[in-house]
């Protein structure tokens, strides 16, 4: 087992183990998610940088579903047989991570008119993308793929039209 697969499973036990900790998980892995999306939508509007931000998170997250069904891999719980401590709405491959590609890319778009806002985002992204390896949906090389993607496409979009 490499250590990608070895420091998920940790993380994933420990959090199984606890039932606070699950709770926090799921609530980090679930809905945490739009203590970030709404906020960053909202002060891109309030900033006049709707647009950007917006393209943004649309294009990471086309890019996203591209790469993950073109890879195809499987998550952990498909491959390890043990039962994730959430249902998907919705399963798509693992990598990279949507809902860390969203995120960051929210996150890292704000961050270029906003550092302050955007530092906060960052820090909602970093806690979503935990919280989907504690609940046992996502190897930690998916959420470094999520990120770096949607950082990437972040940089791109606000360099091209920001």
């Known amino acids: 087992m490499n250590l990608d697969k070895i420091l998920s499973k940790k993380i994933f036990t420990v959090t199984k183990q606890s039932p606070l900790f699950s709770r926090l998980a799921i609530f980090g892995a679930e809905k945490l998610f739009w203590f970030l999306a709404i906020p960053a939508l909202i002060l891109s509007i309030i900033s006049g940088k709707f647009i950007v931000t917006f393209l943004t998170v649309i294009l990471a997250w086309i890019l996203q579903l591209a790469i993950a069904y073109l890879l195809s891999r499987r998550r952990p719980f498909e491959q390890d047989h043990a039962k994730p401590l959430m249902k998907l709405s919705c399963n798509t491959p693992a990598f990279p991570s949507g809902h860390t590609t969203i995120s960051c890319a929210g996150a890292a778009a704000v961050f270029v008119y ?36 949607g950082i990437t496409v972040a940089v791109s979009i606000t360099k091209l039209i920001g």
Do not use: E, K, M, Q
Request: glycine fraction near 12%.
């Open 114 to 149: 906003d550092p302050f806002w955007g530092s906060l985002f960052f820090v909602l992204a970093a806690l979503v993308a935990f919280c989907r390896i504690a609940v046992g949906v996502h190897y930690f090389s998916d959420i470094v793929g999520g990120a770096v993607l």
